[in-house]
């Protein structure tokens, strides 16, 4: 067999030219990657919808009342024009509410996309919800850049540092193109349908204040987009009193699990909380019931948030109460998929659960401002 180099000293060029790639992300530090704008613009509406993300980040610079961000669990709760419009209803003014989503969860994602929204904007209360899945956010390689971040990494073990400065060296051909050719951003609306329209029947995100109405029938597959939808308003007993806050006296209606949460989820969600105060940014975090726990008496938590997240309140509706006088057929109609609502579901809940979030913007003192 041939041997891979012809001599010793090809073989070290190779080696040179193997460590300078390798030493790229630190070698190129913060003053030689193109503008922070670039990791939104980079990317499609089939990863996000971060031409939205982008704009509101970027573009649109007035305060935020209430904004809602997380992956697609939150994406797909709370309907965006709703909460707006019964905030706007109690300011006595136009109330600015958005929803700021993407696909895959991670308190990671949370982290970065959080950063860049706090350095552009002011936000008086932040909604979110539990992104601990043990799943990292699929756009690292593109939000996480050495030179801008690196010093979140402090506090995590030296293989997942290694994994983010890699994700970091995946992302750098794109970065360092960005530098010679600025990529422009897809476009908010055109007269085709974006990747969300087509494959969950809902409006543009972008028409819906960020938002996504999925009008689709249940069907076990997210992916599955031929399932016909049916709009059901259900008939429950359910009230918006049925919201809980966490507190001494709620305490049995949450259930906390004792099983281990990665630590790089944990130190991410530090980071996130940590963001907040610096920012006079008030956050709440919402619990949101995937279709297995429908029955739950209580409300189920991965964790005992507020000791990791600085003490943001926890609020939600004990799923016995959400669907309380449902039949498993009518339940099903609320939800697009085992893990999210539909157009259903999104409704139902967020009428429920808007007086509460509007109370607890009121309680940080933005009633008139």
Known sequence: MRPAFSSTRAAAAFALLLLVLLALPAVVGKNLLPPREQAYSIQGWGNGPYPWIRNQIFEETNDIDIAILGSSHIFNAINTP????????????????????????????????????????????????????????????????????????????????????????????RNLLSLLRPNLPAPLITDQTNYWTRISHSPNPATQLGCLSVRKG?????????????????????????????????????????????AWQIHFARQFAALLPAHGVRAVMLYLPVLAEARSPVILERAFWPDILD??????????????????????????????????????????????????????GNLNN
């Not at 209803?89 to 929803?99: C, D, I, S, Y």
């Not at 390689?141 to 801008?148: A, N």
């Open 82 to 173: 709703y909460l707006q419009a019964k905030l706007s209803a109690q300011l006595g003014r136009p109330a600015v509410v958005r929803t700021i989503a993407w696909g895959g969860a991670g308190y990671d994602g949370l982290y970065l996309i959080t950063q860049d929204l706090l350095a552009h904007r002011k936000v008086k209360l932040l909604v979110f919800y539990d992104e601990n899945t043990g799943i990292r956010n699929s756009q690292i390689p593109t939000l996480f850049r050495f030179g801008d971040d690196a010093d979140v990494l402090p506090g995590l073990s030296p293989s997942e540092s290694g994994l983010l400065y890699c994700a970091a060296l995946v992302g750098m051909p």
């Open 218 to 262: 249940f069907a076990l597959d997210p992916m599955t987009t031929d399932v016909p939808f049916a709009p059901f308003t259900p008939e429950t007993s359910a009230r918006p009193a049925d919201t809980v806050v966490l507190a001494a006296d709620t305490k049995t209606n949450f259930a906390f699990s004792p099983t281990p949460i990665p």
């Open 311 to 364: 003490g943001a309140p926890l609020l939600g509706i004990p799923p016995v109460k959400l669907f309380g006088g449902l039949t498993d057929a009518e339940v099903h109609q609320l939800y697009g998929d085992p893990f999210h609502f539909n157009a259903n579901g999104q409704n139902y809940f967020t009428r429920l659960i808007t007086p509460t979030l509007i109370e607890l913007y009121q309680a940080n």
